[in-house]
């Protein structure tokens, strides 16, 4: 069997048959690679198939771009671009606008011999329903609307809130006192409410 540096030497005469044979070598350095990637965050296990052609693509970017004077082996380069584009490919899956997939079920699955169509088609994860998730974005917007719209007290109020801190501590670290606080959150609870439930 050849190494790495001499199927480069093939691939850059010319000779394709370089890529397989490259793949070959450095197939369980990708598997590790994905799996790593996959086994951080479940639901992307779904994906794993696309996850290992991202890291071919990054090999055959390796290959094209590795030079011998840049003080790395072709091994430690191709790792590295492997590892970028996965964790890129792994941000793209997680964004809150892709989310909603990572429950989906393929309509090529085969389901078990107890499920009905029904308990195949179902989900938990209310975000799969159209509606649910167009209310749920539409709420977020006009959520996001109103804390542009606070003044700089009525934010530090917000984040006191939202961080769980008691009524004294917030007061005393806002310098404004118990009855106040609580004035003050009471009308910023009221912004917030009426923001994300949606007018009839």
Sequence with gaps: MLNCYE???????????GYEKLYDLFQEMIRASVGGV?????????????????????????????????GASFATYSEL?????????????VSPSFAHMHNARSLDCCPEDRETPYD???????????????NYVLAEDRLTRVLQEMNAMELAVY?????????????DSLNVTYKSFDGRLQRVKHKVRSAIISPC
């Design 81 to 93: 671009l492997i590892k970028r584009r996965l964790y890129s490919l792994m941000r793209h899956l």
């Design 159 to 171: 984040s006191c809130w939202q961080n769980g801190r008691s009524y004294q501590d917030a007061a």
């Design 120 to 134: 195949t088609m179902m989900t938990n994860d209310h975000m799969t329903e159209p509606e649910y998730r167009l």
């Design 7 to 17: 199927y480069l030497y093939m691939l850059r005469s010319g000779d394709d048959y």
């Design 38 to 70: 996959v086994g951080k965050y479940y639901p992307l296990h779904i994906y794993r198939e696309d996850f290992i052609q991202e890291a071919r693509i990054a090999m055959a970017s390796a290959v094209e771009s590795y030079r011998e004077d840049q």
